[in-house]
Nanobody
Framework: QVQLVESGGGSVQAGGSLRLSCAPSRHTYSWYCMGWFRQAPGKEREGVASIVSFGSKTRVADAVKGRFTISEDNALNMVMLQMNALKPEDAGMYYC??????????????????WGQGTQVTVSS
């Protein structure tokens, strides 16, 4: 089972930016779909963005559309989440997820069978 390692979380003021990265522990891991999910204290986990391998399709939640961008670096086999114009409501633990199986990569995350440990994002007003 491959492990996913997230990085890039931190604390920013509202309006600021962060860039999250997710890399599989095994560089040769061939994923079909990767995505980012977040969970704030007392709230359910929600899908933020997903991407099909080689960027053939991306999905972005309405709540972050226009502010967040998901992308991949094929050479490094990594997926990034660029987060701009952050709002306090964007705060939470952000998790990377993946699957090697062909799926629809929807933001409900039902396709995900590998999860990272999460990286914390804090946004102060």
């Amino acid at each position: 089972q491959v492990q996913l390692v997230e990085s890039g979380g931190g604390s920013v003021q509202a309006g600021g930016s962060l860039r999250l990265s997710c890399a599989p522990s095994r560089h040769t891991y061939s994923w079909y779909c990767m995505g980012w999910f977040r969970q704030a204290p007392g709230k359910e986990r929600e899908g933020v963005a997903s991407i099909v391998s080689f960027g053939s399709k991306t999905r972005v939640a309405d709540a972050v559309k226009g502010r967040f961008t998901i992308s991949e670096d094929n050479a490094l086999n990594m997926v990034m989440l660029q987060m701009n114009a952050l709002k306090p409501e964007d705060a939470g633990m952000y998790y990377c997820a993946s699957t090697a199986s062909a799926s629809d990569c929807t933001l409900d995350g039902t396709w995900a069978n590998n999860w990272g440990q999460g990286t914390q994002v804090t946004v102060s007003s």
